[in-house]
């Protein structure tokens, strides 16, 4: 997913363009995971995602504030657009690792790389907990 997004920056797509291929992505997310953590479990794993990022990305705190439905992205979309596609690409690049970092806190690394296969960019992206229970 990652490498999707910087792709799209890199090949002068629009920010337009970055925009929906990352509410595409979330709702992928949502997809997934609504079946195994609920619908609000994605929409809280998100919220706390936008706030942790926001401190990178201030302008992200519009869509934390925004009054979201749980499964709806149209306020990421909005923002994103606003932005130019290289900035674009990167927040919503970090917004999903922060996603990711967070489930991997959770439920482990194993099983959120199972749940969501292409989240991560390459093993060493991020810096997310491991799971060492065994």
């Known amino acids: 997913m990652q490498a999707t997004l910087r792709r799209l920056a890199e090949d002068g797509a629009g920010p337009g363009q970055i925009a929906d291929t990352a509410v ?3 709702r992928g997310v949502d997809a997934a995971l609504s079946p195994i953590i609920g619908r ?3 929409a809280a794993l998100y919220k706390r995602s936008l706030y942790l990022t926001r401190n990178d990305y201030p ?17 990421l979309h909005t923002l994103l657009s606003q932005q130019t596609s290289t900035t674009a690409a ?8 922060m996603f ?27 810096n997310a ?3 060492t229970s065994s």
Not at 90 to 97: D, E, G, S, T
């Open 100 to 126: 990711f970092d967070l489930l991997t806190r959770l439920i482990g690394a194993q099983l959120a790389e199972r749940l969501l296969p292409s989240m991560r960019d390459t093993p060493n992206s991020g």
């Open 40 to 42: 609000r479990g994605v």
């Open 59 to 75: 302008w992200l705190a519009g869509v934390h504030q925004a009054t979201v439905r749980e499964g709806e992205f149209a306020p």
């Open 90 to 97: 990167a927040a919503n690049i970090a917004l999903l690792q």
């Open 24 to 26: 595409t992505m979330w």
């Open 129 to 131: 907990a491991q799971d």
